[in-house]
C-alpha cells in the first residue's frame, strides 16, 4: 500500500518546462494600495518567478492602456462588464499546445474576472489543459472568475482558485501562502532562491556600509594628518 502511494505522489508535481504563466495585472492608482509602479497580480508573478523553475511568462497587455486613475479605470471596467466587451490586446497569446498547465493570474474587476482577460482565452485551445487561476481583490476573493474562466476556456479542468487581497499579496506576508499553494495544489517546492537573493542584497549592503565606514575613517585621518602639519 504504501509503495503505491509512493508511486502516486509524484505524479501531483506539474511539470514546470510544460506550464506557462498567464496573467493580467495595472499598474498605476490601485484600490488599498496607492499608486504603484508594478500591479498587485504581478507582484505574485514576480514571487512565482523567483521562487519557481517555471520560465514562460505571457503577460496581457491591452492595445488601449487603462489609465492611471483608479476611478477612471474603474468606470472603463464596469462599462466593458454591462456590454460584455472583448478589449482588443496588443500581441495577443495564440498558441499554447506546448503547454500541459496553465497558472492563470489577474486583479477582480467588479465581482468578475476581467474582460480583457475573458478576450485572451477564447483566442485559444485549452482541451486537455489544466488551469490553476490565481487572483488579487479588495474584498471579494474570487468573485465569479472561476465560472467566467470556465466559460471563456471550453475544455479546460479549471481547479479552484487562490486569492488574496492586493495589498496583503505586496507583502512579505503573503511568500508563505503562495508557498503553500505551490506545495498543495501543483506539488511544487518553492526553491530557496529567495533566501540566497535575500542574503545577496544583504551583503551587498553590509558591503556599501563597510565601504562608507572606511571612506569616513579615511577622511578623518587626512583630515588630522593635515590639521596636525598646518
Do not use: C
Not at 509512493?6 to 490601485?30: M, V
Not at 462599462?79 to 500581441?91: L, M, S, V, Y
Not at 474562466?149 to 508563505?176: M, Q
Amino acid at each position: 500500500f504504501l509503495y503505491i502511494i509512493l508511486l502516486i505522489i509524484p505524479s501531483l508535481q506539474i511539470d514546470q518546462s510544460k506550464t506557462i504563466i498567464i496573467f493580467f495585472s495595472r499598474a498605476g492608482e490601485n484600490y488599498g494600495v496607492g499608486t504603484v509602479d508594478i500591479g498587485n497580480t504581478e507582484m505574485i508573478v514576480n514571487y512565482l518567478e523567483e521562487v519557481t523553475e517555471i520560465a514562460n511568462i505571457y503577460k496581457i497587455n491591452p492595445e488601449t492602456p487603462y489609465p492611471e486613475s483608479y476611478q477612471e479605470t474603474v468606470d472603463i471596467a464596469r462599462n466593458e462588464k454591462n456590454n460584455n466587451a472583448r478589449p482588443t490586446i496588443k500581441d495577443p497569446l495564440t498558441d499554447i499546445s506546448k503547454y500541459d498547465t496553465i497558472l492563470l493570474g489577474y486583479p477582480i474587476w467588479h465581482g468578475n474576472l476581467p474582460n480583457i482577460v475573458m478576450t485572451q482565452l477564447e483566442l485559444l485551445n485549452f482541451k486537455g489543459k489544466t488551469i490553476y487561476p490565481f487572483n488579487t481583490h479588495g474584498g471579494s476573493g474570487v468573485g465569479s472568475s472561476i465560472a467566467d474562466i470556465k466559460n471563456s476556456a471550453p475544455g479546460a479542468d479549471v481547479k479552484d482558485g487562490f486569492p488574496l487581497s492586493g495589498s496583503y499579496a505586496r507583502t512579505n506576508d503573503s511568500h508563505e501562502d503562495i508557498k503553500n499553494w505551490l506545495k498543495n495544489q501543483l506539488g511544487i517546492e518553492a526553491s530557496n532562491r529567495e533566501g540566497e537573493s535575500q542574503k545577496i542584497e544583504e551583503e551587498e549592503e553590509e558591503e556599501n556600509i563597510s565601504n562608507y565606514q572606511n571612506s569616513t575613517i579615511l577622511k578623518i585621518s587626512l583630515f588630522s594628518f593635515f590639521f596636525i602639519f598646518i
